[in-house]
T-cell receptor, first 114, second 116 residues
Framework: NAGVMQNPRHLVRRRGQEARLRCSPM?????VYWYRQLPEEGLKFMVY????????ESGMPKERFSAEFPKEGPSILRIQQVVRGDSAAYFC????????????FGPGTRLLVL | AQKITQTQPGMFVQEKEAVTLDCTYD???????LFWYKQPSSGEMIFLIY??????QNATEGRYSLNFQKARKSANLVISASQLGDSAMYFC?????????????FGTGTRLQVTL
C-alpha cells in the first residue's frame, strides 16, 4: 500500500512565478490536509479538503494561495506570484474517511523562491 | 496561549538509555487526540504514536510510549533503549474534536541527539 505521494520533492521558482504542488493521498483516504513548515519551525495547518470540497481553509493566506482536490487526480496546492517568504516545506497528509484519527504525511515539497 | 508547548528545544541521550520528551497542551474540548511525529534530517514526517483523550491506558508502540497525564495536560513521549537512528526532531501535535477529521496543531519540536 503506497503511502502519501507528493511531487515534486524540490521546486525552485523565481519571484512572481507560480508554484504547483501535488499530493496523492494513501489508497482509501479521502481527507487531505496541507501544512507549511518554515525553517526551524513546526508545521502550520493551511487547508483541509475532501473530494471536490474545501472543508477548512482557516490557515490559508487570503491572497495568492489556493487548493483543490478534484474528483479525479491529486490534490493541488497552488501559489501564484511567489515571494521569497513562501520558501518553505509544504507537507500533505491524508486520513481515511471512516476514522479521522491519524494523519499520514507525504515526504513534503521543498519550495525555494529565488 | 499556545495550544501545544514543547519546552525542550534540544535533548541529548546516550545510546541504550531512555529519554522523555515533554509536551503540554491546552484545550477546553473534552474530546481530543494527541500525536507524536518524528522528523529525521531527511525531512519526512513519521507517525509514531497516538493517544485519545478517553483512552484509559497509556499508548505504547514498540520502544515508544506516551505518558499521558490528563489532569496535568501533559503527553510526554518516552523512548526506551535509544538508538542512533532516533536522532531527529520530534513534534507533538493535537487534534480537537472526537472522531472528526480536523487539523493538527503542532508544537515547535524537540531536537534529540543520541550519542555513543
Amino acid at each position: 500500500n503506497a503511502g502519501v505521494m507528493q511531487n515534486p520533492r524540490h521546486l525552485v521558482r523565481r519571484r512572481g512565478q507560480e508554484a504547483r504542488l501535488r499530493c496523492s493521498p494513501m489508497k482509501g483516504h479521502s481527507h487531505v490536509y496541507w501544512y507549511r513548515q518554515l525553517p526551524e519551525e513546526g508545521l502550520k495547518f493551511m487547508v483541509y479538503l475532501q473530494k471536490e470540497n474545501i472543508i477548512d481553509e482557516s490557515g490559508m493566506p487570503k491572497e495568492r494561495f489556493s487548493a483543490e482536490f478534484p474528483k479525479e487526480g491529486p490534490s493541488i496546492l497552488r501559489i501564484q506570484q511567489v515571494v521569497r517568504g513562501d520558501s518553505a516545506a509544504y507537507f500533505c497528509a491524508s486520513s481515511p474517511a471512516s476514522r479521522g484519527e491519524t494523519q499520514y504525511f507525504g515526504p513534503g515539497t521543498r519550495l525555494l523562491v529565488l | 496561549a499556545q495550544k501545544i508547548t514543547q519546552t525542550q528545544p534540544g535533548m541529548f541521550v546516550q545510546e541504550k538509555e531512555a529519554v522523555t520528551l515533554d509536551c503540554t497542551y491546552d484545550t477546553s474540548d473534552p474530546s481530543y487526540g494527541l500525536f507524536w511525529y518524528k522528523q529525521p534530517s531527511s525531512g519526512e514526517m513519521i507517525f509514531l504514536i497516538y493517544q485519545g483523550s478517553y483512552d484509559q491506558q497509556n499508548a505504547t508502540e514498540g520502544r515508544y510510549s506516551l505518558n499521558f497525564q490528563k489532569a496535568r495536560k501533559s503527553a510526554n513521549l518516552v523512548i526506551s533503549a535509544s538508538q542512533l537512528g532516533d536522532s531527529a526532531m520530534y513534534f507533538c501535535a493535537m487534534r480537537e474534536g472526537r472522531g472528526t477529521a480536523s487539523k493538527l496543531t503542532f508544537g515547535t519540536g524537540t531536537r534529540l541527539q543520541v550519542t555513543l
